[in-house]
């Protein structure tokens, strides 16, 4: 896969990092007729049935969608986070979102890639690529919330072996998962400080027990709480370098937040679809009520703010996959922020414009107000990137 499209322009060749080359938009075309050969019905079925989307995913991995991130020489594409966010959003756009795209090849996949040893890239990369593999993410903790400098699940080492021992919570698709990263402390031997760490934990590990937690959010991922009480891990299942881990981390959580922003986006997208489709056929007086600028006017802006968050959203992925870790992170956050509010206002405006039919089983609308609070709430809330763009950006003090 390319990485900065060149442009052909008045005065020649550029780079544009804006502008999507032929093959981003063949990718975007292709996702979006898959996604749209499943919709909205196949998605909220499995929803209703209680059962994963697990066609989809097998199709779209088979098509190599799934790991068009990930290296070639391991099974994937060989392109970067622009292709991925491409793929969630244009499955999101057509009403079936893959939550999992998220934490398997975007957090997981990349974590690996960049950080794992050769046995754990031979051992992952390829099922993460064709979805033959899933892995989970584990770092939320209980008594934590946003601060992740509380985090308690902590390793110890036992000869070659490591003793696992914590709770996370909010853990997507812990279930249908082969294996789970898992977000540790290990202590420091110079300086006796706690430094994160990143362990592979398989389902199927004596003492690795998760159980559901009762969401009112319809998506066929459920969300899970895991609970480790020294579970034994082989020291192949620490990923990278011991003394990286805040770096390998974060090499994870960006991606995590411009995928969190494709997910918002391509919801929104839908919404304003279904909406716009509606407003040109509704007719309540003499013309549709498309017509009228209180309609209109509401559904416009929702367009341009998505438009808007996605520039951010492919600035971000162009950073990342420029390896410009400092400046992708601040694009990041900014990017989820602007798709989240985006994509809840798409929702709302949507909802709303169909009236009494935007609660209705039929539009498959009404789902979407409590879809669309979640990017405004995970990985990390909106306030928090407020904080970080206040300290980090503008350079204002801390409050804590």
């Known amino acids: 896969m390319s990485g900065t499209p060149a442009v052909h322009g008045p005065t020649g060749t550029f780079d544009n990092v804006l502008l999507e080359s032929e093959e981003r938009r063949a990718l975007r075309k292709a996702v979006s007729d898959l996604g749209r050969r499943y919709g909205r019905s196949y998605f909220l079925d499995a929803v209703r049935e209680g059962r994963h989307t ?106 070659s072996d490591w003793l696992l021992t914590g709770r996370k919570v909010f853990v997507s698709g812990v279930d249908i998962a082969d294996a789970t990263l898992i977000v540790g402390r290990t202590e420091d031997a110079r300086t006796g400080t706690l ?27 459920k969300q899970f709480h895991i609970y480790m009480d020294d579970v034994r891990l082989p020291a192949d299942a620490l990923v990278g370098d011991e ?46 009520i498309g017509s009228h600028q209180a309609i209109a006017h509401p559904l416009a802006q929702a367009h341009i703010e998505l438009e808007l968050a996605r ?38 405006q949507a909802v709303h414009t169909l009236g009494g039919n935007g609660l209705t089983a039929e539009y498959g609308l009404a789902s979407l107000l409590t879809a669309s609070r979640v990017g405004r709430i995970a990985p990390v809330s909106r306030e928090m990137i407020l904080n970080y763009v206040s300290h980090h950006t503008l350079g204002l003090p801390k409050s804590y």
């Not at 362990?199 to 199927?204: A, D, K, L, P, S």
């Not at 839908?270 to 509606?278: E, G, I, P, S, W």
Request: aromatic share 8%; charged share 20%.
């Open 54 to 159: 697990d066609k989809l995913w097998q199709e779209a991995g088979a098509l190599g969608y799934l790991g068009v991130n990930l290296p070639e020489e391991h099974g994937g594409g060989g392109g970067g986070l622009a292709e991925l966010s491409i793929v969630l959003e244009e499955l999101g756009a057509a009403g079936c979102p893959l939550l999992l795209l998220i934490v398997s090849p975007a957090i997981c996949g990349t974590v690996i890639a960049r950080f794992g040893t050769e046995e754990q890239k031979r051992r992952w990369l390829p099922g993460l690529a064709n979805g033959s593999l899933r892995m989970a993410f584990g770092i939320t903790e209980p008594d934590a919330g946003s601060n992740s400098h509380r985090l308690t699940t902590t390793a110890r080492r036992d000869g």
């Open 195 to 221: 430094k994160p760490c990143l362990f592979v934990v398989e389902r199927e590990t004596p003492g690795f027990e998760f159980r559901p937690i009762d969401m009112e959010l319809s998506a066929p991922e």
């Open 243 to 288: 003394d990286a881990g805040l770096l390998q981390l974060f090499a994870g959580l960006n991606p995590e937040r411009v995928m969190t922003a494709a997910f918002s986006i391509g919801m929104g997208r839908f919404a304003l679809d279904a909406a716009v489709a509606y407003a040109r056929t509704r007719q309540v007086w003499k013309a549709p």
């Open 311 to 348: 520039l951010m959203m492919q600035k971000a992925a162009f950073l990342y996959d420029a390896g410009d870790d400092a400046a992708a992170g601040e694009a990041a956050n900014m990017a989820k922020y602007a798709a989240a509010e985006a994509g809840a206002k798409a929702v709302d």
